[in-house]
């Protein structure tokens, strides 16, 4: 929101920045708030601007760091990834060069290092099957999407990763009801049949909402990282339970309420 501050407000937020009081200023940044409440870039992952200075709005041209007295200091550059496994991610930085004075904002940066996995080659595939089987997959406080304010709910399951032997995979449709229980769903046979290769893999599980007269509509969907589920020292099969955010188009549905919970068991057969 654009509101310019009282002289009072601004000259406390400057003497803050120049006592480095990063961490207390970041407590009333806009951007992490509505991305905590899940609200904008719910699924994007972000480094720790805490460290420098705002980079937002500044003097143009001014030699040392001035900022414009008509707008609050402030984080408005920023970088923001996206990964399947946030988790394998290394983030070094942001960082800021104060030193550029061509812009009222201050340039920032960051690096990543991402890891990248060797697709194992067919010599190296077994004759043996991976199998994935759900135990009641439970939609938790979907967001009502008919006109009675319930939905009626079926999943999609869509991998690019783990080719399935089937192309199109559904559930049964669990109708009107906001937390449904799929009981029937069907298990997932993967072509590929090296463990470690689906470990790498992801699969994606379509949330959808049934309609007779119309086209189905989308309520969003979860997304699986395979690695923690996949058996490994050579064991047959591993059970495990999940607990995924629903998302649909960087936001979590239903005020970041709306999950897909259960139950999977990777077996090789």
Request: hydrophobic share 35%; charged share 25%.
């Amino acid at each position: 929101e654009k509101k310019k501050p009282t002289e009072e407000q601004y000259h406390t937020m400057v003497k803050m920045v120049k006592e480095k009081k990063f961490q207390e200023l970041f407590q009333y940044d806009q951007l992490t708030k509505e991305r905590k409440a899940g609200r904008v870039f719910a699924t994007f992952t972000e480094g720790d601007y805490t460290t420098f200075e705002p980079t937002f709005k500044v003097v143009k041209g001014a030699a040392e760091l001035t900022y414009n007295e008509e707008r609050s200091p402030a984080w408005c550059d920023r970088v923001l990834w996206r990964s399947n496994t946030p988790d394998a991610i290394e983030c070094k930085g942001p960082w800021n060069s104060l030193k550029v004075n061509s812009s009222d904002h201050k340039p920032v940066g960051i690096s990543l290092n991402v890891p990248v996995y060797n697709k194992p080659c067919v010599a190296t595939e077994s004759k043996k099957k991976l199998v994935i089987t759900f135990d009641e997959v439970k939609g938790v406080n979907l967001p009502p999407m008919d006109t009675n304010g319930l939905c009626d709910a079926y999943l999609e399951f869509i991998s690019q990763e783990l080719p399935f032997s089937k192309k199109r995979i559904y559930s049964g449709v669990i109708k009107k009801n906001l937390n449904p229980t799929f009981k029937k769903v069907p298990k997932l046979e993967a072509i590929v049949s090296n463990p470690a290769r689906m470990a790498h893999g992801i699969l994606t599980i379509l949330l959808w909402d049934n309609d007779l007269l119309k086209k189905d509509h989308k309520i969003g969907y979860a997304t699986m990282a395979m690695h923690p589920f996949v058996p490994t020292g050579g064991a047959a099969s591993k059970s495990t339970s999940f607990s995924l955010p629903i998302v649909l188009g960087g936001v979590h549905m239903n005020n970041g309420k709306a999950m897909l919970e259960g139950k999977v068991t990777v077996t090789v057969a």
